[in-house]
């Protein structure tokens, strides 16, 4: 099944699946069950840079409070990191989606299904309460917002840098 959506992964490295496969199952915790309805579904997954899908990953069970089973449910690996983050962040600033803290029980959070399966129109008018604009305005933000952040991150790691120069050649002149 996987093989006939996704052709490419003859032309795969045996090694490259193999990782993608035990990130999955050690360190993502997918039962054998749910990994194969993941590679069944989703089985461009095993095309992803293994760093990547933990990533994907992480940020569904960490950040929004998903657990493996509703990821499955919901065929996470099929949607675009950026459009998964794209929509959990709006729904959160906009006061409808809430992280569970640790040990606490799900809230009353959308369904990962219906944040990820809806069409964007679908998405706005029946979760988000939102126009299109909205949306698009709400994106076009967030990318600013990255690539400020982005900029200070480079910026820091220069001025670390230079930092280290400096000390070196403090070291050298004595």
Not at 36 to 53: F, I, S
Not at 87 to 102: A, D, M, V
């Amino acid at each position: 099944r996987a093989v006939s959506r996704c052709p490419r992964l003859f032309t795969l490295p045996r090694r490259r699946m193999g990782a993608a496969v035990r990130l999955l199952r050690e360190r993502c915790l997918f039962t054998a069950e749910q990994l194969r309805e993941v590679l069944g579904t989703c089985p461009d997954v095993l095309l992803e840079e293994p760093r990547r899908l933990h990533l994907h990953f992480q940020y569904a069970y960490f950040r929004m409070g998903v657990r493996q089973q509703e990821m499955v449910k919901a065929r996470l690996f099929r949607t675009p990191f950026a459009e998964l983050r794209n929509r959990h962040i709006f729904l959160e600033r906009r006061g409808l989606y809430q992280t569970p803290h640790k040990g606490q029980a799900q809230t009353d959070n959308p369904k990962l299904k219906d944040i990820l399966q809806l069409s964007e129109k679908d998405f706005l008018a029946s979760l988000a309460r939102a126009t299109p604009e909205e949306y698009e305005v709400f994106k076009k933000l967030l990318a600013r917002e990255e690539e400020e952040e982005n900029a200070e991150e480079e910026e820091e790691g220069r001025d670390a840098l230079y930092a280290e120069e400096n000390e070196d050649l403090d070291e050298w002149g004595k």
